[in-house]
């Protein structure tokens, strides 16, 4: 069983920066998508930005673009997702899954971290 452990969540203020890790054990992890999603206080959870096990990024939150950066390595079994000039409507709690390869949604959950950005 693929287990999602996500980090680095915390309170900020605006303009500040975090980088979330997840760390990933339990099955292969160079061969999944991994994606960061957020869900936001009465807001439904959505995609934010996902990386291939190929390397290749979608960003899927315009709001998002050019401030977060995922990457992943693939030797260590952990995808980041890097904020920078967070701005409080970042403020959610922000998973990360994976989704194997030929999978039609993301099969795989982290429990979860809380990011919190003051103004």
């Known amino acids: 069983q693929v287990q999602l452990v996500e980090s680095g969540g915390g309170l900020v203020q605006a303009g500040g920066s975090l980088r979330l890790s997840c760390a990933a054990s339990g099955g292969t992890f160079s061969s999944y998508t991994m994606g960061w999603f957020r869900q936001a206080p009465r807001k439904e959870r959505e995609l934010v930005t996902r990386?291939?096990?190929?390397?290749?990024?979608?960003v899927y939150v315009d709001a998002v673009k050019g401030r977060f950066t995922i990457s992943r390595d693939n030797a260590k079994n952990t995808v980041y997702l890097q904020m920078n000039s967070l701005e409080p409507e970042d403020t959610a709690v922000y998973y990360c899954?994976?989704?194997?390869?030929?999978?039609?949604?993301?099969?795989?959950w982290g429990q979860g971290t809380q990011v919190t950005v003051s103004s």
């Open positions: 899954a994976a989704k194997r390869a030929g999978s039609l949604k993301y099969d795989y």
């Open positions: 990386i291939s096990w190929t390397g290749v990024v979608t």
